[in-house]
Every structure is written in C-alpha cells, then in structure tokens.
C-alpha cells in the first residue's frame, strides 16, 4: 500500500506500509532481577548476539498476572543487551496501559499456533522460548529453480538472517546463530554449531534429513513434520554431531 496524494511534481517522501525484522522477548516473569541473571548466563558466551534490533515485549505468559511490571526498568534492561524495544503485545488493558505510558506501542497478539494433526496442515510453533526472531527475515540468499546440487554458504548466519535453497541442497561451513533460518528442498548440512532454525524438505520431501557437527538447534522441520526446543534432545545428541530424518511421522534425531 502506499500513499501518495501530493502529485507528480512533489516527490519529497511517500508513505508506504512496511515490515521489519523483530526479536520478541517472550517475558515469564515480572521479577526482573530474574530476567537481568537468565539474559546475563544466556548471552555471556555470545555478547555481540544483537546488533541494536528492534525488540518486541511478549506478555501473554503473565497476562493473568497481578504482578507489576517495570517497563522503564525492562526496557533499560533490554537496551544493555544492544537492542531497542519498541512494542508490546499480548497483556491484560492494566499491562498494555503500563507499556504505553513507557513509551511501548501495542502490537497485534500472535495468532494462535496448531500442531500438526492427521489432516491439518503443519503451522508454525507457537516459541516458547525467550529469545526469538518473528516472521520477517532478511534474506540474504536463495536459489533460483533447479540446478545446482547444493548451496554452500561459508559465513556465519546472524539472528534474522535466512537462507532458502530451491530445488537443491544446503551446505553451511559457519554457525547458524539462534534465531537464523536455513530451509532447503533438500537435506541440510550444517558443519558447524546448528542452533537457529533448520528445514528441509521444504516442498514435501520426506527423504531429506538434517545434518549437524553440533546439534543444538531452536527448531528442525522435514516435509513439514517440526520439533521444537519445548522437547528438549537427550543428551547424546544435544551440542554433538547428530542427523534428524522421518519415520513415518516422527522425527528421529540420532547421533552421526
């Protein structure tokens, strides 16, 4: 959509609708000196993990909750970690109100996730995770039609970042962070620390599996069939190399 009702001859600037790439922080807790200690342990490993990305404020976990929470405090807590909250979502009118007067705007609730039924076709996971990427990605490359075998990508694929190999295969040589994406209609390879998002199959091929020097990923998917991190991998396979395929309709993840 866009609107441009000055004419021809005024081109100084248009208004156009448009979507940016988000993190949500899914908030469990009002207690904040619990959130500042998880997000200090979670990113101590990786403090370059944002990059001043947009953050929105995920409340429907306390939306029954009578506890108050500190936007200003929150959002202070949030801006250490290099990112920039802008919005809120998902909380009762008193919580909406509080974020508002924070400088929050609202945001639109997530629609409701479906696991995937007998007949229904497979919908995204509902995250429950802290930390996640929402639906717009930046996309830095993906493969025109068939052809090539495999896509190889030898750099490291930051959080919001996707790579979507059409009609081939995927060959990563970098971490995949959390909260990156890799999709193929192929199988996946991931040489290095998988622990964004990783699909293959993406156009219903049940063959295709996934590989990993180090599985420890926030999501796998083949032919439509997903797990999540809300079932966590035994301990054979979590953060060594290990491969995902199908077994009818469940997803085996077994060491390599």
Do not use: W
């Amino acid at each position: 959509m866009a609107l441009d009702t000055a004419g021809a001859d005024r081109t100084s600037f248009e208004l156009k609708s448009a979507s940016l790439p988000v993190v949500a922080v899914l908030l469990k807790t009002a207690d904040l000196a619990q959130v500042a200690s998880e997000l200090a342990a979670r990113l101590a490993a990786d403090p370059g993990f944002f990059d001043n990305d947009p953050v929105l404020i995920d409340l429907t976990a306390l939306r029954e909750s009578d506890a108050p929470i500190d936007f200003s405090a929150l959002g202070a807590l949030l801006r250490q970690y290099r990112t920039q909250p802008v919005a809120v979502r998902g909380g009762s009118s008193a919580q909406m109100a509080a974020a508002h007067a924070a400088g929050l705007v609202a945001a639109p609730d997530a629609p409701a996730a479906r696991e995937r039924g007998a007949s229904a076709a497979p919908q995204p996971p509902a995250r429950a995770v802290e930390v996640v990427r929402e639906v717009v990605r930046e996309v830095v490359r993906e493969v025109p039609g068939p052809g090539a075998a495999a896509v190889v990508i030898d750099k490291p694929l930051r959080s919001g970042q996707q790579v979507y190999a059409r009609g081939a295969d995927l060959v990563v040589l970098a971490v995949v962070s959390f909260g990156a994406e890799v999709i193929a209609d192929g199988n996946v390879h991931v040489y290095a620390p998988l622990r964004g998002r990783a699909i293959a199959g993406a156009r219903g091929n049940t063959e295709a599996r996934i590989f990993s020097t180090c599985m420890e990923p926030q999501l796998v998917s083949i032919a439509g069939i997903y797990r999540t991190t809300e079932t966590a991998l035994p301990a054979q396979v979590l953060g060594k190399p290990a491969q995902v395929r199908l077994e009818g309709e469940k997803l085996l993840v077994e060491p390599l």
